[in-house]
């Protein structure tokens, strides 16, 4: 709580994740270990002083080589990185060098190491040849996990933190994110980051309260300092007042129970006002979270995010442990769908930080189904995974990141030669299985036509649409003003993608964020698109949005929103033809708001851009 000395500081994000919660704040500070002081050492402790250092360095060098050899072999060419590091750490620039330092100056191992990788960073630096300056940063990461030995620092495990805390990072790696359960932490806030990042939508599927791009919230906020986190509107309060404190005390509880009120009708189906029934599905990561999706009433499951089953972890898993945890969903889901879609590793979901994949420009990079075609001995694992757990319900087959109609053809020749090994073996199997292309890539929308005819039905994936077709990263905060789902670019893609589906006879469905948000509902059905895929807990809002439209006024609409000029115009029509109905939801908001504010929005429910 603020004091005379405290001032109460509110600091605006992005609402990455609804809900509210007030505790303490528990930073990640990941380069803590920068903080380093000079002590002397008096000389008869000078021979500690150098186990201490050599300690550190052997520990790093074991560290080292067990990354490397836990690496799966399709990811050994990325531990080259490793390696050189391997090299490096007895080398007498370094590793000498400290030593020289610690005897002649009588100093503490920190300090000795500080001051020479600062010596050789300036060295390599000034360097002309750019490989050799790049080795600079090799030095760097080295002599920081020589130092975490030292200091006793350990590398952020977010799963070890056993405090009911908020926690306050600069990042959070999708990878990291899906590690965090709401029995340890409240909520958490990162510097940077934004909306449709694969950290907001985690949190959202956990339904953890988060605020993302908070600018400076880790110089800002201290350990232990009382924070509020509002994930609706994407305000941070450091050091509330007593006044501040019990309004947002009330809003939380207010917020809860409108919430609790919405999720009530979540059972009754998704039905206009004038009778057309639409299907509302939930996305997940992780196959214990199949459990919300089926709690929030969901119609099956649109997109389960296979890649977080290869992350955080030596090894990728085996034939057998992906088939497992697959049965379990299809079962649990059973007759419902469940749309499986292949492993789309890379891109911000590489497989850790360590070994990680260090391409130039990773969105543009080796990902998805350009990564599965490359390591066909890593995805037949997983279509013959999938294939065995069809056998237990209705499963959907989804290819991500096709940017060209062979891509689809190469995938589905791939299954069948997996449905092929595990007949010859007598494994038990289904490949009767509708098979879907992922629409994110702008080639793909141009070549509907032609993808539409190797495919039994599209999802369309407005996060990475948006990003490629606007070229905005979508972890990017300073250009998440510009990532806008009703962006009129977006919405003439749309509708190619479901004319040239409805031409060709294809299903179109929505799997992207754009599908979480109430205000893109009518858009969404009015260009006849009546599956919606999304973060488990947005299933109820939606349904409850499609039962208070009236799907015959919905295609004018769209026509109407086709000629606008700009996402600001868009929105305002939506808001001016729906305000009444989206005001129900101003509390509850569960996902990709575009960025303008309601002029019907309720008092106190200040929404973020
Ligand atoms: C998308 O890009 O819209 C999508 C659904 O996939 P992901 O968010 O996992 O990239
Ligand atoms: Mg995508």
């Known amino acids: 709580m603020s004091d005379k000395t405290t001032k109460e500081i509110v600091l605006e994000g992005i609402n990455a994740s609804p809900g509210i919660c007030i505790g303490k704040a528990y930073l990640v500070d990941k380069e803590g270990v920068d903080i380093i002081s000079r002590y002397p050492i008096p000389k008869a402790q000078v021979t500690n002083e150098l186990k201490r250092f050599k300690a550190a360095v052997k520990k790093a060098r074991d560290e080292l080589r067990a990354i490397i050899e836990n690496t799966p072999d399709d990811f050994r060419q990325q531990t080259s990185i490793l390696e050189t590091q391997e090299v490096l750490i007895k080398d007498k620039l370094l590793y000498g060098k400290t030593i020289a330092v610690i005897e002649q100056e009588c100093v503490n191992a920190e300090w000795a190491l500080k001051k020479v990788v600062s010596h050789l960073k300036s060295i390599f630096q000034e360097m002309a040849d750019p490989y050799l300056r790049e080795r600079a940063s090799d030095v760097v990461n080295l002599a920081d996990r020589i130092m975490r030995n030292l200091v006793g620092a350990k590398q952020l495990n977010i799963d070890k933190i056993d405090k009911r805390v908020i926690l306050v990072a600069r990042d959070l790696s999708p990878a990291e994110t899906s590690q965090i359960r709401l029995e340890k932490i409240k909520g958490f806030i990162t510097d940077k980051g934004g909306k449709t990042s694969h950290t907001g939508i985690i949190a959202r599927t956990l339904e953890i309260p988060a605020v993302v791009a908070a600018g400076d919230a880790t110089a800002t906020i201290k350990n232990d300092d009382l924070i509020i986190l509002d994930g609706i509107t994407g305000t941070v309060i450091n050091h509330p007042s007593e006044s501040t404190l019990v309004k947002y005390e009330q809003r939380r509880v207010r917020y809860e129970r409108q919430k609790a009120a919405i999720n009530r009708r979540s059972r009754l189906p998704a039905k206009t006002l004038d009778g057309q029934s639409v299907k509302v599905l939930g996305n997940i990561e992780l196959p214990e979270e199949v459990v919300a999706v089926v709690n929030y009433g969901g119609d099956g499951i649109g997109l389960y995010r296979t890649e977080f089953q290869y992350m ?53 990079g080796l990902r998805g189904i350009r990564y599965c075609l490359q390591r066909p001995e890593v995805f037949r694992t997983q279509l013959r995974a999938i294939l065995r757990a069809a056998v237990f319900g209705k499963v959907q087959i989804m290819f991500p990141m096709v940017a060209i109609q062979r891509e689809v053809v190469q995938a589905k020749k791939a299954l069948e030669e997996a449905a092929a090994s595990l007949a010859k073996e007598g494994v038990p199997f289904n490949d ?25 039905f599209f ?97 004018p609409l769209v026509e109407e929103a086709l000629k606008l000029k700009s996402a600001d115009k868009i929105f305002a029509l939506l808001r001016d033809t729906y305000g009444d109905v989206l005001s129900e939801f101003n509390r509850t908001d569960t996902g990709a708001r575009t960025g303008v504010k309601k002029k019907t929005r309720r008092k106190g429910a200040k929404r973020k851009a």
């Open 432 to 456: 009767n299985l509708e098979i879907g292309v992922l629409i994110e890539v702008p080639s793909a929308v141009i070549m509907a036509d032609a993808i539409a005819e190797e495919a039994d």
């Open 312 to 364: 955080s972890r030596p090894r990728f898993p085996d034939e057998d442990e992906l088939y497992d945890k697959y049965s379990d969903v299809v079962q649990v889901m059973a007759p419902k769908p469940v749309t499986i879609r292949t492993l789309d590793i890379n891109g911000d979901k590489a497989i850790s930080a360590e070994n990680g994949f260090n391409e130039v420009n990773p969105a543009l």
């Open 459 to 555: 999802s369309i994936g407005t996060n990475d649409l948006i990003q490629y077709t606007l070229a905005i990263d979508r972890n990017n905060k300073n250009v998440a003003h510009l990532f806008r789902a009703l962006d009129p670019a977006i919405l003439r893609m749309l509708k190619h993608i479901t004319d040239v589906a409805g031409q060709k006879n294809v299903k179109v469905f929505i799997c992207g964020e754009m599908a979480s948000d109430p205000i893109h509902t009518p858009i969404l059905l009015g260009l006849g698109i009546n599956e919606l895929s999304m973060n488990p807990q947005a299933i109820p809002t939606i349904k409850q949005m499609i039962r208070s439209i009236n799907i015959s006024d919905t295609k």
